[in-house]
């Protein structure tokens, strides 16, 4: 998509990177409770991802004429979601397969 990205991270093929079961983004549910994944690398992860991408984008801003981006290139945040099983990974997968499809229809798009 051109105004976001997904990505399905996993920690040498086990279980993904820094999932720690009993954390859940929205606080106290179902006997989680909220917090950082103990021991998780995955903020560091995005921030790195992000910080390079960004970098990226300015030397092409820069040397190759792209076109500026105001502000910041990535929105503060991120959304993460644990995935616990493989029914729910093949859902995923193909969410993030067809989502480009959808494009033409999103309300962010600018030409629909």
Known sequence: MPNHCHAIMTNTGKAPVGA???VC???HRHGRTSGEHT???LHRVIQWFKTMT???YIRGVKQQGWTPFPGKLWQ???YEHIVRN???LVRIREYIRNNPAN???DRDNPFS
């Open 20 to 22: 720690d079961l009993r």
């Open 25 to 27: 983004p929205d606080g």
């Open 39 to 41: 021991g998780s690398p």
């Open 54 to 56: 960004t970098n990226e």
């Open 76 to 78: 503060r945040n991120y």
């Open 86 to 88: 493989e029914k729910e």
């Open 103 to 105: 494009w033409d229809t």
